[in-house]
């Protein structure tokens, strides 16, 4: 969603699958507006469903090849500064380990409106900019809590192109202390960073994802 830590506050994920995905990723909030992010990880048995996007994951999927990417979250509206939802700008870009892979930028809006108590809806155009393909997107999701630790968070996201992926993912957070949480989660998206939301993979993948504040 659009939300991020206050000041000071640094942010930590881990997320692993099944198959092998493996992926980190580092926050710290210079400013109640704006987080810098940090993060690499590696794609692993990702079979793309949608055959047009082979050379895509020739260059960007490929196994145990790691990514490095650098980039930050800009919070442009809140409740806070009385507008009447969350509007986050988040881009972020890197390229792969090695002189011959190339790297892409992946920018997305990320819009939550918080609609009661226990449900908050999230919705992000996304895009993808790079030098082998270009392409839009959007995902929608929403925070559903059906305990006061215990969110179940459903996602689709799609293309926005000539045969295009459509992806689905359902995950469970349960929050087992204000700072910490932990993910379980189904999907066929090929990974649940940057390019992989926007590509779909044959089969579906449990995972899990752990998150801390500190």
């Given amino acids: 969603n659009a939300l991020f830590p206050e000041r000071g506050i640094s942010q930590v994920d881990l997320n692993y699958d099944e198959k092998g995905n493996l992926f980190a990723s580092y926050g710290y909030s210079l400013s109640n507006s704006f987080q810098l992010e940090i993060s690499t990880g590696s794609f692993?048995?990702?079979?793309?469903?949608?055959?047009?996007?082979?050379?895509?994951?020739?260059?960007?999927?490929?196994?145990?090849?790691?990514?490095?990417?650098?980039?930050?979250?800009?919070?442009?509206?809140?409740?806070?500064?009385?507008?009447?939802?969350?509007?986050?700008?988040?881009?972020?870009?890197?390229?792969?380990?090695?002189?011959?892979?190339?790297?892409?930028?992946?920018?997305?809006?990320?819009?939550?409106?918080?609609?009661?108590?226990?449900?908050?809806?999230?919705?992000?155009?996304?895009?993808?900019?790079?030098?082998?393909?270009?392409?839009?997107?959007?995902?929608?999701?929403?925070?559903?809590?059906?305990?006061?630790?215990?969110q179940f968070i459903p996602e689709i996201n799609t293309s926005l192109k000539n045969n295009s992926d459509f992806n689905s993912t359902y995950a469970f957070r349960y929050s087992y202390t204000q700072d910490?949480?932990?993910?379980?989660?189904?999907?066929?998206?090929?990974?649940?960073?940057?390019?992989?939301?926007l590509l779909e993979d044959k089969e579906f993948r449990f995972g899990i994802k752990l998150n801390f504040l500190y």
């Avoid at 910490?180 to 939301?197: H, T, V």
């Fill in 44 to 150: 692993n048995e990702v079979n793309l469903k949608n055959k047009n996007n082979s050379s895509l994951q020739d260059v960007y999927l490929n196994e145990n090849i790691f990514s490095y990417r650098f980039g930050g979250k800009l919070l442009i509206f809140s409740p806070q500064k009385n507008d009447l939802f969350w509007m986050t700008l988040r881009t972020s870009l890197g390229r792969n380990e090695g002189s011959n892979h190339q790297g892409y930028m992946f920018s997305e809006l990320i819009n939550t409106f918080r609609v009661n108590d226990w449900l908050a809806v999230n919705v992000s155009p996304k895009y993808f900019f790079s030098g082998v393909e270009s392409f839009g997107g959007v995902g929608i999701s929403s925070n559903i809590n059906l305990l006061e630790n215990f």
């Fill in 180 to 197: 910490r949480s932990i993910d379980l989660y189904f999907s066929n998206a090929a990974g649940i960073q940057d390019i992989g939301q």
